[in-house]
């Protein structure tokens, strides 16, 4: 990335996620005389009560401020209220429900070398099952310049991580001071993905990005789960006699059983700065910072079996760079052996590129698929569509985002994204902005800033009946209608019996026994089903 630290020619300006599961309340005091007394009155029924039933414009808002040189965010699997952020110096901070709490997730600074632009704190990422293993990996220089992947376990404060449960996964030699990557994340497939640029110095001098036996210059896949797929196992490493490897190769990666690093799954890259997968369709975007003249966007789509080469020391995005060595044309050839960029600016535009994320969020409908970059330097940013063959869509978000005399984002070194699909925009100089609709898109009925859709879309709210409205906000449509034929009647109690005895509101095929809404199953809910059954009154005055 050129700034953080880089040598221009130019004057520089500058994962998997789970669903959120509800608390579900139990019900106590089971009672067997009430159960029974239910059942006498389904004796004597003779029928049920059937139940009761352009493109957006867009703009930022400031979420948080006051951070020291943020580089990136994100959250972990399942997590709706919290944003992790990582801090230059050595620093996770934590955003809970719109608010930058004091105490950091994790501050390893005595170990991180944040001494120049390219150094420092550089990548987070939580393992797809954090919520019970408690495990996250960063990416991070170490005191003599060199870079780290390590992970790291939570302590029984979710809001606090313990520094004393670092392990080193990967170590890397750098030669240089500059062009680090230190992006990673989880692939689709399970494995951690993670980026390195070429080390340096300009024009990578000595060759690594195209140095299949050198790990610079390269996106890497590792499984640190080993053999068993259980993280924090000692099939874990696959290299126990080495202490600066703890993770085992994927057996299907490009380079295994034939010349070149088992690690590597794709190569010929400059510094790769910031990438992301969809997290719809599982393909991975990767925002490349070019040289002289060109910034690009690479893709490798979800399933492939690896080994790309994009070009660099040859060729920056599409266009051959003349370098000694080099014999290429002067566009990115086809039948070369080469994967050419999806998309390319030249330094007219920008200087260099921060990669972002495709749009699958729900507030903003019609931008799904949309994938969002910017310019570090310059502070422009873009949008495009690719349906794996062609670009459409492009569009510069700039004035929209960043309006003159505004917000003033100066310096985004990084998206983000939260459990919900929507998009983030890091500021170096120590603000997050959210990327939101300029004219709210409801109805919100649980009043929690999110059109009630998206909080069906995520699965943070049930929507038993797929009418797009919350059930926590409305009396179930199937009170009592156990069995979802639309009636309530004797053919729906030995199940609102079962339901009952087992004292779970959010048990599956229980959801309709919770006559009042209160999420737990109790004494009321049973005389409410009586009524329901015999059609005495109506129980909707009793939902809260």
Partial sequence: MKAPGEEVTHTSIRGFSMSKQKVIGRGEGRSLPACAALCAIAAVLVSGVRAEAGGTPLTTVRIASGMSQPLYMTHAPGDFSRLFVVEKAGRIRIIENGVLLATP??????????????????????????????????????????SVIAR????????????????????????????????????????????????????DTNNRAQNINL????????????????????????????????????????????????EIFAYGLRNPWRASFDRQLGHLYIGDVGQNA??????????????????????????????????????????SGLTCPIHEYSHSFGLSITGGYVYRGCAIPDLKGTYFYADYQTSRIWSFKYNGSVVSAFEERTAELDPAGALQINNPASFGEDAYGEIYIVDLGGELFKIVPLNFIGPDCNAN?????????????????GDETPDECQCPWCQGDMNHDNLTDARDIDAFITCYLGGSAGAPGCPCADMNVDLALTEPDISAFVDKLLGIGDPSPICP
Wanted: hydrophobic residues 30%; charged residues 20%.
């Fill in 449 to 465: 800033g999110l059109r009630d859709t998206c909080d069906i879309f995520s699965g943070y709210s049930a929507d038993v009946n």
């Fill in 215 to 262: 790990l610079q210059g390269k996106l890497l896949r590792l499984d640190v789960d080993g053999p068993d797929n259980i993280m924090g196992s000692a099939d874990d490493d696959g290299f126990p006699a080495d202490p600066n490897k703890l993770y085992a190769i994927p057996p299907t990666n490009p380079f295994v059983g034939v010349a070149g690093e088992d």
């Fill in 294 to 335: 060109w910034e690009e966007v690479d893709y490798i789509p979800v399933g492939s079996a690896g080994g790309q080469n994009f070009g660099w020391r040859c060729m920056e995005a599409n266009h051959c760079t003349g370098l000694t060595g080099c014999t290429c044309s002067l566009n990115c050839p086809s039948g």
């Fill in 152 to 203: 790291f376990r939570v302590t029984a404060d979710p809001n606090v991580a313990d520094p004393a449960s670092r392990e080193t996964v990967l170590y890397i030699d750098q030669p240089n001071s500059n062009h680090r990557g230190g992006w990673l994340d989880f692939g689709f497939d399970g494995y951690m993905y993670c980026t390195f640029g070429d080390g340096g110095p300009q024009n």
């Fill in 105 to 146: 997730f994790l501050d390893i600074d005595p170990i991180v070398n944040s001494t120049t632009l390219e150094f420092g704190l550089l990548g987070l990422c939580f393992h797809p099952d954090y919520q019970t293993n408690g495990y996250f990996f960063v990416n991070y220089i170490e005191l003599t310049g060199d």
